[in-house]
């Protein structure tokens, strides 16, 4: 799934630069994560992390976990320092209106299966 | 590669002005054409003929230059223009003696030397003309612009762009091969800070960077920067006064040291037991202190070690060994220990 394609199915507005990420870039699928080591630990790459949680460090993890796509559930806005690191290292950040259990609902549906497995030992 | 189709302006921007909104959803090549000048990107040599020429020179000079259309110029001022229609209209009079400045239009559209290129791409949407003079300051003929230009002058920006990364990659992935040694190590020094949570992170983004530019292969940069993201966020949050870390990267094995001066760990092997966490609840509300970090550590790292004095500090090494295919530095082949 492209961003844009996310972007409507999470009913979401886009909250960096266009010109901050690669719109071909494929999302392989998705992973719903408040806490951090969660998604260091068994995110694999590629996938779109679903997340409560709106601080820089999500960004960090996000870029260390090779992480396509972050999406903040319930509407909810990051700090400007968030959305500037993201469009330093050109991770598009998506704001959508659904819950977490929604949202995950919602795009597996469509497509996007879970991609929270282990990571291989 | 996106669509680099410059026929019409896009749409979306027309007739609007640009907000800092409106700013923010311009793509990379749209900015491109807000930032390079219709003087870096036109034709400078010019093929020109005198209003006093005859049309069957401007037919022998099409045909000659294989161009459809010739910039009229009397002492270097543009006064009109000759495409292949006047040169038909001429024909089917049977006037090819007649001079130039009976067919030539002189009605022109002309664009700024000095203008960015979405000038030029409106004009070219607005008139439908394929090619367009270009006049500087004092309104001297200073070049031609056709849609050509523009498109190979965007691609040509996107590509130095693309060119950048790629030249330094390649420079780093030849570093170990470059300089001969017995033994050549590449030693990466940071200093972490005790709550720093603004630059939490951005050693180990910098260490990933570092090994993606050395050549290393995505897998193996994501698994050190995990495990080295775990250790600087342990450093953030349960030190004193923050440590040090020191990444030494050798085409066979990447070494990496985390250390602090306290407060040190009570029991090392609880520590490293998933789910242990002495972390504040101020911490959690952050996303961390789940007790999983040492415990993802382990699991990304072929080697570590975690010692700890309490009262003294902590010293956490983590080692990963490379196998060929992954080796840093390109192509460098080099007997394991
Ligand atoms: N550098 C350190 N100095 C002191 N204590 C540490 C350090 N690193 C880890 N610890 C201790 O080990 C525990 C487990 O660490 P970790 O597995 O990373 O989980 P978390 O950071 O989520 O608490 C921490 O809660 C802390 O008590
Ligand atoms: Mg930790």
């Known amino acids: ?121 | 590669m996106r669509d680099l189709n410059f026929n019409d302006q896009p749409p979306r921007f027309k007739g609007k002005v640009i907000t800092d909104q409106l700013a923010g959803s311009i793509t990379r090549v749209e900015e491109l054409a807000y930032i390079i000048r219709i003087d870096e990107v036109m034709t400078q040599k010019l093929i020109t003929i005198s209003p006093n020429a005859s049309m069957s020179d401007v037919a022998d000079l099409m045909r000659e230059k294989h161009i459809s259309g010739v910039l009229v110029t009397k002492d270097e001022d543009l006064v009109g223009l000759v495409s292949t229609e006047d040169l038909i209209k001429c024909l089917i009079n049977g006037e090819l003696s007649a001079p130039v400045d009976k067919y030539m239009s002189t009605a022109l559209v002309t664009l700024n030397s000095f203008d960015f290129l979405t000038e030029a791409l409106k004009t070219f949407a607005r008139t439908g003309l394929g090619r367009l003079p270009v006049l500087d300051e004092n309104k001297k003929l200073v070049g031609i612009l056709t849609k050509g230009d523009v498109t190979y002058g965007i691609l040509r920006a996107l590509e130095h762009d693309y060119h950048e990364e790629e030249v330094r990659r390649y420079r780093a992935s030849h570093l170990f091969e470059d300089i001969e040694s017995d033994r050549t190590s590449l030693i990466l020094r940071y200093v972490i800070k005790h709550y720093d949570f603004m630059h939490g992170g951005s050693a180990s983004s910098n260490i990933k960077k570092a090994l993606l530019r050395l050549g290393a292969n995505p897998q193996l940069a994501r698994r050190v920067g995990i495990a080295v993201y775990e250790a600087e966020m342990n450093l953030i949050i349960h030190t004193d006064h923050g440590g040090s870390i020191h990444v030494e990267i050798e085409p066979h094995q990447i070494a990496i040291y985390a250390w602090d001066d306290g407060p040190g760990i009570a029991n090392t092997e609880e520590a490293m037991k998933p789910g242990y966490s002495t972390a504040s609840e101020e911490i959690r509300e952050l996303g961390f202190g789940a007790g999983m970090g040492l415990f993802n550590i382990s699991r990304c790292v072929d080697e570590m070690k975690l010692e700890s004095e309490l009262g003294k500090g902590t010293q956490l090494t983590m080692k990963v060994f490379l196998k060929k295919d992954e080796m840093v530095g390109e192509g460098y082949q080099t007997e394991k220990e």
């Open chain 1, 1 to 121: 799934m492209k961003i844009s394609e996310l972007i409507d199915q999470t009913q979401g507005k886009l909250l960096t630069r266009e010109s901050c990420m690669d719109p071909d870039r494929m999302i392989k699928g998705g992973c719903s994560a408040d806490l951090m080591s969660d998604v260091l630990a068994y995110i694999q790459p590629n996938a779109v992390l679903l997340t409560g949680l709106v601080n820089p460090q999500v960004v960090r993890t996000a870029q260390m976990a090779d992480v396509a796509a972050i999406v903040f559930v319930r509407g909810k806005i990051p700090p400007a320092e968030t959305i500037q690191l993201a469009e330093e290292v050109q991770i598009p950040l998506i704001s959508s209106p659904f819950g977490m259990y929604e949202l995950s609902g919602r795009l597996h549906q469509n497509g996007l299966p879970s991609l929270e497995n282990a990571i291989e030992d």
